[in-house]
């Protein structure tokens, strides 16, 4: 981090707020950049300096910075009703349209909606109620949830346990190890020696079947998947491979969650990725991010009419579904998700995406020329850029050596923000980017790579 102002709010973070994934090192040193306001595609600190978001905040301000029609939907609504539960029978008004509306999105039966904070107590959602619904069918001892390495489902304890990128266990307990197995990671880069695509494909659906009837089918209660992986590296998963997946969970009474909390609202040019690009609908699909554009913590859990049948049957005279946060529906968050969908019908947003996005992806691939680059992946407005020490062979860099972390920071003294996760630099910018700023997200990462590369090599 620059950290070179020194204001009170930069003295007042430093001090205080522990930041979520920060090195504590280079933040003692450094403090934090304090980012002021933003405009469309631009985000500016308080000294000032602004930068092309390259990565829609953290994958979710999906309509760029500064939309005064949300500020305004959500100050109205925190005027009228700032607040009051959604528990037993009361509601209020925009979390009702929001889950209608929902309902009319979501592809096939998914038309019930728990809302939630974020993504992971979407998850978290996702699972507890998962289990309940098979112990209300008389099958409680389905409790095994696949999920697969290096795939990112959040930081409540569970949605912790459900991730399966290995760093981020380092130094903590694993809960649930005899619940959460994790399956391959459909890491078409670094597939078996030998196999094409399509044979990758079959190796990951053989591995997932062994393993269910390694486990027994009658012992596992979802799969949960990123229809592509993000913050394990952008990793798009062989052709073929979801909707295969979800046949294989059918055949077995397994459901399947789609974690859309990163490819939900657009990011791959679609609502949902699930069955739009990879011909499926999942039985509970969640999503978080850009469901507000980022405005407001709000995720959403949404089920299948098969699985809301179940669960909404009353345990007995009285009994209730004992599951909900105090900011389940949030009268502020929803108006803020509302006022985004309408943007998002209005503005067609989404077909810049399919047009922007094939751009991003043909201009990332010169990248390829600078020895380091091993791998360029992704799709739409979802990239990778995943350095390597040697490219024939596919060798990392050493962890320490932090290449995508030199490579962001360099980008940004060109004005770029680019995301360091592991050795990968990974680009998700809001969906209202143009070509020429495409260009200009490109260009400097190619400039700050080569600037770098004599340095990592
Ligand atoms: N699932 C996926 C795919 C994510 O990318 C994230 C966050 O990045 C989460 C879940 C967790 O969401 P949140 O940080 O809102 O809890």
Redesign the pocket.
Known sequence: MDGTSKSDSWRADRDHFIHPYTDFTTFAETGSQVMSHGDAMMITDEDGRSYLDGIAG??CVNLGHGRREIASAMGEQAARLGYFNTFGHSTNTPAALLARKLAERTPGDLNHVFFT???????DTAVRLAHYYFNRLGKPAKKKILSRHN??????YF?AALTGIHGIHYGFDRIAEDIVHHLSAADCFRRPDGMDEAQFCDFLVDEARYRIMQLGAENIAAFIA?PV???GGVLVAPEGYHRRMADLCRENDILYIA?????GFGRLGHWFASEDRFAHVPDIL?T??GISSGYC?I?AAIFSDRIHEVISVPQGPGGVLTHGFTYSGHPVSCAAALKSIELYEQEDVFANVLDTGPYLQERLQGLTRHEIVGDVRGEQLMAGVELVANRASKTSFAPELAAAEIVFGRARELGVIVRPVGNTVIMSPPLIISREQVDKLVDALDQAIEDVSGQLL
Do not use: R
């Open positions: 953290l994958w904070t974020g993504g992971s107590t979407a998850n795939g990112y489902h959040g930081s409540t949605a990123e992986m993000g913050a974690d859309e909390v990163v490819t969640i978080a991010k913590p995720g």
